[in-house]
């Protein structure tokens, strides 16, 4: 009677594939859940030390106590947040538009990259915050302060990697492309724009960060409503846990358009991810 000596090999790469399959769920799993993990455990440790240490609340106020200010002023803070939200999304629209159009130019044109990137690193190096006033002065106290500095802070970014997305294309593929017929249009729409999403969605995820920053920073100086504006009041009052609460505040909102951003990435450029998922497992080869 034949033996058949393959099954044990078989059976013994099946058990390794299904090994490295829940292996990987299990990374799968504690990835999802590290986040939250580590939200939980820090606000612990946090209240932990203001109760063991006896700090006054005026200084650091627990988080038991920011939550009560939260709930205590959720109508006024869930106002003023959405009018922080509107501004900082009116800006970054604006910052994608016209960063991904001088981005492209810039990328697309040596004269360009050369002429226009001192001026631009110039600019940017400017503190946001000595902008505020003159802009005061140009449009009065109220929402365009506050959307023009969240325009200004997040536009450098999406302009410098949609730029080096495009100038980075091989001049051997440009070479190739241009021996086929391509004119320098075709070579950036089908080449250095898909070659540039990756690095224009990783800017997306800084810009939409510091875009809250511009315009807290409008608000706190020039602005009759919003989060930064909330916070002046409650620290002229000395109401710590309101202040703590609006940086909360701003903080979510960053973190849910960062996932917004991410989620369009993956779904948009995923094939430039393709290689950087250790939780998939491949049976090829076994």
């Not at 002429?115 to 940017?124: M, V």
Request: with cysteine; glycine share 8%; hydrophobic share 60%.
């Amino acid at each position: 009677m034949p033996l058949d000596t393959g099954m044990p090999a078989r059976s013994r790469a099946a058990a390794r594939v299904e090994a490295m399959a829940a292996a990987a769920r299990r990374r799968r799993r504690l990835t999802a859940w590290l986040p939250w993990i580590i939200i939980v455990g820090t606000f612990l440790l946090w209240e932990a030390a203001c109760v063991a240490f006896e700090i006054p609340q005026f200084i650091l106020p627990a988080p038991s106590a920011i939550a009560a200010s939260m709930v205590k002023w959720w109508l006024p803070l869930l106002d003023n947040s959405w009018q922080t939200l509107m501004t900082t999304l009116i800006g970054f629209a604006f910052a994608i538009v016209f960063g991904l159009l001088l981005g492209i130019a810039i990328g697309s044109s040596t004269m360009l990259y050369h002429g226009l990137y001192p001026l631009l690193i110039a600019f940017n190096s400017v503190p946001k915050v000595a902008v505020v006033p003159i802009l005061v002065i140009w449009f009065g106290i109220g929402t365009v302060p506050a959307v023009i500095t969240a325009f200004l802070i997040s536009f450098f970014p999406i302009v410098v990697n949609v730029a080096t997305g495009i100038a980075t294309v091989e001049p051997e593929l440009r070479d190739v492309l241009r021996a086929l017929g391509a004119r320098p249009s075709d070579i950036i729409r089908k080449v250095g724009l898909p070659r540039a999403m990756p690095y224009f969605f990783a800017s997306l995820k800084i810009a939409i960060t510091v875009a809250f920053v511009g315009s807290i920073i409008a608000e706190t100086v020039a602005a009759n409503k919003g989060i930064g504006h909330l916070m002046i009041l409650a620290s002229s009052r000395f109401d710590v846990p309101l202040v703590f609460a609006g940086l909360i505040v701003t903080g979510v909102m960053g973190v849910l358009m960062y996932a917004v951003a991410v989620a369009i990435e993956n779904r948009t450029t995923g094939w430039a991810m393709r290689g950087q998922d250790s939780g998939q497992v491949s049976v090829a080869g076994v």
